[in-house]
């Protein structure tokens, strides 16, 4: 009964935690204690060898508040992390639009100013396109410089902010992090209901998504 009962514990928090998007890893390896480890999307446990299931799992139940609490965070620090070797990596190469490289020699502020100058031109076509999409009306969309943000979006005064650099890549990046910040109006949190709700408008947007982050050759 002792077996079954921590299954069906551990079968409840993994389903908490799923809800959360973050996945859940058990691993039996040569500790003296349990271990746990939060990731992006992963919550990673190690236990002794001779711990039983009753156990593991009244220790991960101690442990789920504090990882969905603590996860939004983890995933914001991962993707400023990524971003800022992202942001680096642009400046190290030739200059960019629309993810083809340009015949241009360009210092810094020169480059910001024809990204500034190149997004201004396709956002209001690209929020016209996206809005009735999502059903969701920005009030205010501006640029700014930002290293640790692809775009921001302030629910409350509806304003939607979109990185400089984002002209760098291909314009599909752009659109999806105007999806994205779009989807922000209706689900303020990254819930499961938010990523769905971008799903739904852009059933491509991770491999726009993943390209940022830098997971394919390289957000609130």
């Not at 083809?100 to 396709?122: G, P, W």
């Not at 852009?202 to 830098?214: F, S, T």
Request: aromatic share 8%.
């Amino acid at each position: 009964m002792a077996r079954e009962s921590g299954k069906s514990l551990l079968n409840s928090i993994t389903q908490r935690l799923a809800a959360a998007d973050i996945e859940l890893q058990i691993q039996q390896k040569r500790v003296k204690n349990i271990n746990f480890r939060l990731r992006p999307n992963l919550l990673s446990v190690s236990v002794p060898l001779t711990i039983n299931v009753e156990q593991i799992a009244q220790a991960i139940d101690k442990r789920v508040d504090w990882a969905l609490t603590h996860h939004e965070q983890v995933l914001k620090h991962y993707e400023r992390k990524q971003q800022l070797a992202s942001i680096s990596k642009i400046a190290s190469q030739s200059i960019m639009l629309w993810g083809v490289a340009q015949t241009l020699t360009l210092n810094n502020q020169q480059m910001l100013d024809y990204y500034r100058q190149q997004l201004t031109l396709v956002m209001p076509d690209l929020f016209e396109k996206w809005q009735p999409i999502i059903k969701a009306q920005a009030v205010e969309t501006r640029i700014k410089k930002m290293h640790t943000r692809w775009g921001s979006c302030n629910t409350r005064a509806r304003r939607i902010w979109l990185s400089v650099y984002l002209p760098a890549y291909p314009i599909e990046c752009t659109e999806y992090v105007i999806v994205h910040e779009l989807c922000h109006l209706h689900h303020a949190n990254h819930s499961r209901a938010f990523w769905q709700t971008v799903e739904k408008a852009m059933p491509d947007y991770k491999k726009w998504h993943d390209m940022l982050a830098g997971k394919t050759g390289r957000l609130d």
